[in-house]
């Protein structure tokens, strides 16, 4: 893990301005509900969801920096923290208001950080957050998560290994029942892992994936009373149900639902699984808001 990246405290008071577009598409109307991707993913990862929030709430994707269709900049900042940067300017800059964040996995961690930028200067903003399978505090890695922030093999790796295998192999660890990977999805990660500068952003993400002063940063997060959903598996391979645990116990305002039977990602694997808690949950929060609640 890269040790000497800027902390918490160099970014929380960062400016406002962005020099980095993210890439973004946005569908229906209402309120504002943003979703943000993992690691190695893009806002495709969200497209069985996608329509059906859409009946009440604008959705809105992003790419963040370095994955789908957003700029990789070979500028060795990729860090969390600078990726909740963006994402806050985006919300600034796009005059987001009453929006829900959902996040999974490492878009989970850049949900938090960015929810917390917001807490501070823009406290009224945002009206919930949902977290899936998220990264919040230290935890032993997955292998593959290893092997790629290692240096001389983690490049040979990504260099050397086919696309589609590395994609392919991926998502065995993601997904609980491997029968149900669709030959489209490797094809399209695949795509995206080809595109310029794709790869650099990969082995610098994840050498940055976990940032030095996770574990104090962490400490923050008692200072978020926004409503919150924390959404896991139980059978997750990749962030141990035990993270979600303790980060309903830290979340002072939050829900815990565990699933079975599905992986890291259920909003792909199982999207059917989790579109109900979402919708429950955004509706009841929308007419809280309307009741003055």
């Known amino acids: 893990m890269d040790k000497d990246i800027p902390g918490w405290p160099q970014y929380r008071n960062s400016g406002a301005i962005s020099e980095l577009q993210l890439a973004s598409k946005s569908y229906g109307k209402g309120d504002p509900v943003l979703l943000i991707h993992g690691f190695g993913a893009s806002s495709y990862s969200w ?9 009440k709430y604008r959705v809105i994707t992003i790419d963040l920096k370095g994955f789908g269709e957003s700029p990789k900049p070979r500028d060795g900042a990729y860090s969390v923290y600078e990726q909740a940067r963006l994402v806050r300017n985006f919300i600034l800059e796009n005059d987001l208001k009453n929006f829900h964040i959902i996040g999974h996995s490492y878009g989970g961690g850049v949900a938090l950080a960015t929810s917390l930028y917001l807490v501070s200067s823009h406290p009224n903003l945002q009206r919930s957050l949902v977290l899936i399978d998220s990264i919040a505090y230290p935890q032993e890695l997955p292998g593959f998560v290893k092997i790629l922030a290692t240096p001389v093999l983690g490049p040979l790796v990504i260099y050397a290994i086919p696309n589609s295998i590395q994609v392919k192999s991926l ?30 952003a990969t082995l610098t993400s994840v050498r940055q994936m976990l940032p030095a002063d996770l574990q104090q940063f962490s400490e923050n997060y008692a200072s978020l009373t926004l409503p919150t959903l924390i959404i896991w598996s139980r059978d ?33 694997e199982e999207p059917s699984l989790v579109l109900p808690y979402l919708q429950e949950f955004l509706d009841k929060d929308a007419h809280h808001a309307q009741s003055g609640l």
């Open 171 to 200: 998502l065995k660890k993601v997904y609980f029942n491997d029968a149900l990977i669709p030959q489209s999805a490797i094809d399209h990660y695949a795509k995206n892992l080809s595109k310029p500068n794709a790869k650099y």
């Open 47 to 55: 497209r069985h969801v996608i329509e059906p929030l859409a009946q």
């Open 236 to 268: 997750d391979e990749i962030v141990p149900l035990a993270i979600g645990e303790r980060l309903h116990e830290n979340l002072s305002n939050s829900k815990l639902v565990v699933l079975s039977g599905v992986g890291h990602a259920v909003q792909e």
